[in-house]
């Protein structure tokens, strides 16, 4: 039997698309989830106006921007999600009483949309707004991994004055503020070169962070699921495409075409799942994303990963609202779609992404403080 608008649930509102360089992949996992749970679709444009649009779209009707039939809506503090029409002079709340956020990159996922979202008082999947600023920050993200004893790869600040690194080339330069897969250059030969392309690479303008190349190194990526236990998932090896005149043989980096050019966003991507590693390798890995997940407090679904040269494992990335929602992954244990996104609204509901309080508040300090002029003086 064919689904109608009217088969959504309405109290649920998949969130996608957004101003960010990842907006398409983000179109495509938002379309996924709605699909998957029933839900309304709330669209995101590239200039940060908000649709609500039909769940039965296809990925072609974003591609010249707002589908057809789409109807504005706005995201208000302390109203929530609400429409343009006025009851009694005020918006019209939409009823949303949850969000699955599915936005990549950009606002989405460095807490910007996380914050808005605790502003307007709608609870909200995914990272909490210091979850999603430290999984996008790479600097910060390692340094605390590094803190926590966890093995990584050196990783430094990089701009336009910077002369010494700590380490040698060959480099990989990322930027600092962005998706894993975004802007990067590898086999950088030299650091001045390196420098350079903080000014030619928009996506590094922001800020930059400069790491070794190894090219002995291999990528391995595991899921965790935060409700309503902790949770892994199996391990996957991506598998990338050899980069344009490059040695025969030599790995290149795992780039944005290898993850989404195939069509559903990272479930289409080639892969070797599970990957085929060492149990000792294996165990090393999942110890360590149990303990990223903790450093970070994690919800939802997240993506760590790793690099490694089958012997050595070294921490990579946290992806906090990772392609797909890494769906793909949960082949042992098996979780179905459904079920996957069922539990990261349970989650939102559940357990608060904030905690304001006014205690200690209490008006103390105003009875006996001087006149704002005297404290001027």
Same mark, same amino acid.
């Given at each position: 039997?064919?689904?109608?608008?009217?088969?959504?649930?309405?109290?649920?509102?998949?969130?996608?698309?957004?101003?960010?360089?990842?907006?398409?992949?983000?179109?495509?996992?938002?379309?996924?989830?709605?699909?998957a749970l029933d839900a309304r679709c709330?669209?995101?444009t590239k200039t940060g106006e908000w649709?609500?649009?039909?769940?039965?779209?296809?990925?072609?009707?974003?591609?010249?921007?707002?589908?057809?039939?789409?109807?504005?809506?706005?995201?208000?503090?302390?109203?929530?999600?609400?429409?343009?029409?006025?009851?009694?002079?005020?918006?019209?709340?939409?009823?949303?009483?949850?969000?699955?956020?599915?936005?990549?990159?950009?606002?989405?996922?460095?807490?910007?949309?996380?914050?808005? $979202?605790?502003?307007?008082?709608? !609870?909200?999947?995914? @990272?909490?707004?210091? =979850? %999603? &600023?430290?999984?996008? *920050?790479? #600097?910060?993200?390692?340094?605390?991994?590094?803190?926590?004893?966890?093995?990584?790869?050196?990783?430094?600040?990089?701009?336009?004055?910077t002369s010494d690194v700590g380490f040698?080339?060959?480099?990989?330069?990322?930027?600092?503020?962005?998706?894993?897969?975004?802007?990067?250059?590898?086999?950088?030969?030299?650091?001045?070169?390196?420098?350079?392309?903080?000014?030619?690479?928009?996506?590094?303008?922001?800020?930059?962070?400069?790491?070794?190349?190894?090219?002995?190194?291999?990528?391995?990526?595991?899921?965790?699921?935060?409700?309503?236990?902790?949770? $892994?998932?199996?391990?996957?090896? !991506?598998?990338?495409? @050899?980069?344009?005149? =490059? %040695? &025969?043989?030599?790995? *290149?980096? #795992?780039?944005?075409?290898?993850?989404?050019?195939?069509?559903?966003?990272?479930?289409?991507?080639?892969?070797?799942?599970?990957?085929?590693?060492?149990?000792?390798?294996?165990?090393?890995?999942?110890?360590?994303?149990?303990?990223?997940?903790?450093?970070?407090?994690?919800?939802?679904?997240?993506?760590?990963?790793?690099?490694?040269?089958?012997?050595?494992?070294?921490?990579?990335?946290?992806?906090?609202?990772?392609?797909?929602?890494?769906?793909?992954?949960?082949?042992?244990?098996?979780?179905?779609?459904?079920?996957?996104?069922?539990?990261?609204?349970?989650?939102?509901?559940?357990?608060?992404?904030?905690?304001?309080?006014?205690?200690?508040?209490?008006?103390?300090?105003?009875?006996?403080?001087?006149?704002?002029?005297?404290?001027?003086?």
């Open positions: 039997m064919e689904r109608t608008v009217a088969d959504v649930t309405s109290d649920r509102a998949v969130v996608f698309g957004g101003p960010s360089p990842e907006h398409d992949v983000s179109v495509l996992t938002g379309l996924q989830a709605a699909r709330l669209y995101w649709y609500e649009v039909d769940p039965r779209l296809e990925a072609s009707a974003f591609v010249e921007g707002v589908p057809r039939g789409a109807t504005q809506v706005q995201l208000l503090f302390g109203s929530g999600f609400t429409s343009n029409a006025r009851s009694f002079g005020r918006p019209r709340p939409l009823g949303v009483e949850v969000a699955v956020v599915c936005c990549h990159g950009g606002p989405g996922e460095d807490g910007t949309l996380q914050a808005a $979202l605790d502003l307007a008082g709608v !609870p909200y999947t995914g @990272p909490t707004v210091a =979850g %999603a &600023a430290l999984g996008m *920050d790479k #600097l910060a993200f390692r340094d605390v991994v590094a803190a926590a004893g966890l093995p990584t790869l050196p990783r430094a600040h990089l701009d336009r004055t040698g080339p060959p480099y990989i330069v990322k930027p600092r503020f962005g998706g894993s897969s975004i802007g990067i250059v590898a086999n950088v030969a030299d650091l001045q070169t390196a420098v350079a392309l903080v000014d030619a690479n928009h996506h590094l303008r922001a800020g930059a962070v400069i790491e070794p190349y190894r090219a002995d190194l291999f990528d391995l990526q595991v899921a965790v699921r935060s409700w309503p236990e902790l949770v $892994l998932s199996a391990i996957e090896r !991506p598998l990338r495409t @050899p980069r344009a005149g =490059g %040695a &025969a043989g030599e790995p *290149d980096i #795992l780039g944005y075409a290898d993850k989404y050019v195939g069509g559903e966003g990272m479930a289409s991507a080639p892969r070797e799942l599970p990957a085929a590693i060492d149990s000792r390798l294996e165990q090393t890995l999942r110890d360590a994303a149990s303990s990223v997940a903790r450093l970070c407090s994690v919800r939802g679904v997240t993506r760590v990963d790793f690099l490694s040269d089958g012997r050595e494992l070294y921490v990579n990335e946290v992806n906090t609202i990772p392609g797909s929602l890494a769906r793909y992954l949960w082949i042992d244990p098996a979780v179905p779609f459904r079920t996957l996104l069922s539990d990261m609204v349970a989650e939102a509901l559940a357990r608060p992404s904030h905690h304001y309080t006014v205690e200690g508040a209490d008006g103390t300090v105003l009875k006996g403080a001087a006149s704002i002029a005297a404290k001027l003086a």
